[in-house]
DNA sequence: TCTCGTGGGTTGGAAAATCAAACCCTTCAG
DNA sequence: CTGAAGGGTTTGATTTTCCAACCCACGAGA
């Protein structure tokens, strides 16, 4: 679980660090489609159901999801989304595309969506400020670490 | 590397089988950066060497980057994004927005973004064709693959 | 009652991936 | 000819993953 000494502090590392073990991720797409028990998950993700065990643990933990009796006699349990789990439908949507438009030439995609304005949605990245589509040639870094540069740390 | 029988076929799964695994997402970073020298990319990921070089290898495998020589005598390389790696840049912005809103309650985001319009990026994900930001309540599923619902295989 | 099926896990041991440190090779600099 | 930088590979110990088997509570059917 551990890395080396120093990387660059980074919100994109915490986040994987919460969310990037394998299977997690299919796991909030499961609940974000309302697959929510345990044999859904184990059946629709194809995950040994001991680490599906852990993932489950550590995203309640994280509070990403909520464990919720949907029966008590027999007892029985559902996982879904909190609202911080939901806002993390983003980087599914844009996983998603880009499966879409890189790994299948065939037209073929698994699923589609439909948005609410009546359309296949085509998710894309655009800033809050501007409404613009962003591109990389757009964007400029600045790290706010002190030590740190775009390049690395200074005078390590 | 393998998943048990006859999982939800998917394009967010098959993504995260070429980038999923530990230190793929941090390596496009650094690359996006600018940063794509071996020694750079073990500095500012602290990822071990050879975890590093089989990453490496399975990025430009995959076509999401490439390896260039930058110098001859002494041979030097260093890893650039294709356009297809570039591509990715969405999902890392929307985990670096994740990030900084649910992983510090301080305000002390450790990289800041600029967008050519002259404000601070804060990503948002739009659908191409309203141009409305994207809300979980807003979007319907439809499964494309015989057999499967959203629930899950019918009739397995 | 006895047994089966479902839901939600836990346990055990073998197989694979990760880790840190050490090593290797080439080339340039002193 | 010694050292340092860049770009890795090798080695052996430690962790994770994997899969199958098992466990438990409950309800249904025979």
Chains 1, 2 share one sequence.
């Not at 502090?9 to 345990?38: M, Q, T």
């Not at 194809?46 to 949907?70: E, M, N, Q, S």
């Not at 880009?98 to 655009?126: F, I, K, N």
């Amino acid at each position: 679980m551990a890395a080396s000494r120093d990387p660059r502090p980074c919100s994109i590392a915490d986040a994987l660090a919460l969310v990037g073990e394998k299977y997690s991720l299919l796991v909030l797409r499961e609940v974000c489609l309302g697959n929510g028990r345990f044999d859904q998950l184990v059946r629709n993700i194809g995950a040994p159901r001991d680490i599906l065990a852990t993932r489950l643990r550590r995203l309640v933990d994280a509070g990403i999801l909520t464990k919720r009796v949907y029966s008590e006699r027999p007892q029985r349990f559902e996982y879904r989304p909190t609202p911080a789990g939901l806002e993390l439908e983003p980087v599914l949507l844009t996983l998603m595309a880009w499966g879409d438009r890189h790994l299948r030439q065939d037209d073929e995609r698994p699923m589609v969506l439909e948005h609410s304005c009546g359309h296949e949605l085509t998710p894309v990245v655009a800033c809050a400020a501007c409404g613009g589509t962003v591109v990389h040639e757009d964007l400029t870094s600045h790290p706010q670490t002190p030590g740190w540069t775009v390049k690395g740390p200074t005078a390590a």
